[in-house]
């Protein structure tokens, strides 16, 4: 230790142990005294710090001191695209629509919220329950405008 650290050192010292007494500024009583062993410890060597191959056994071919390999490859590594993808990457099915059910029930009108915010007013006798803020992705198809679902572009139900 140089001087220059020698003193920072000192005072951390100082005020860690009198840290320890100034709880509420009485003495500890004896009963709440930590116990000091009356003799040091027989081994001054550390003891070494626990990994997770450690405790495997010797069967497993990597030595006592070392961590088990967790695979015998390397990864590959990635290149950088060389420019956006020609196809989208998120294909879905013609006429699918993914969103939240903001209208629900046993039907058949439900009401759609797309993930463009687009509103949608769909009817589907034969879709069952859809319960309010469930996430779905239906199947849509354009259909006149004979049933009122309420508002929101009209659309049939063709398929989940």
Same mark, same amino acid.
């Given at each position: ?7 920072? #050192? ?7 142990t ?6 509420? =500024?009485?003495? /500890? ?14 081994? #001054? ?7 997770p191959?450690?405790? #495997? ?21 990635? *290149?950088? $695209?060389?420019?956006? $993808? ?10 699918? /629509? #993914? ?11 439900? %009401? !759609?919220?797309d993930?463009?915010? *687009? ?8 879709? =069952?329950e !859809?319960?309010? =803020?469930?996430?779905?992705t239906? *199947?849509?198809?354009? *259909? ?5 679902? %309420?508002?929101? /572009?009209?659309?049939?139900? /063709?398929?989940?």
């Amino acid at each position: 230790m140089t001087p220059r650290t020698a003193l920072p #050192a000192a005072l951390a010292v100082a005020l860690l142990t009198t840290a320890g007494c100034a709880g509420n =500024g009485g003495p /500890v009583p004896d009963d709440r005294r930590p116990s000091v062993p009356a003799t040091p410890p027989t081994s #001054a060597a550390p003891a070494a710090p626990s990994t997770p191959g450690a405790d #495997a056994p010797a069967a497993s071919g990597a030595p006592a001191d070392r961590p088990t390999p967790l695979s015998a490859t390397e990864l590959p590594t990635l *290149r950088r $695209p060389a420019g956006p $993808p020609k196809k989208p990457t998120d294909n879905r099915p013609t006429g699918a /629509v #993914a969103g939240w059910i903001t209208r629900g029930g046993p039907g058949p009108c439900y %009401g !759609l919220v797309d993930e463009n915010g *687009r509103e949608y007013a769909v009817h589907g006798p034969d879709a =069952g329950e !859809l319960r309010e =803020g469930d996430f779905v992705t239906l *199947r849509l198809a354009s *259909r006149d405008r004979s049933v009122d679902c %309420g508002p929101g /572009v009209p659309m049939r139900i /063709v398929g989940p």
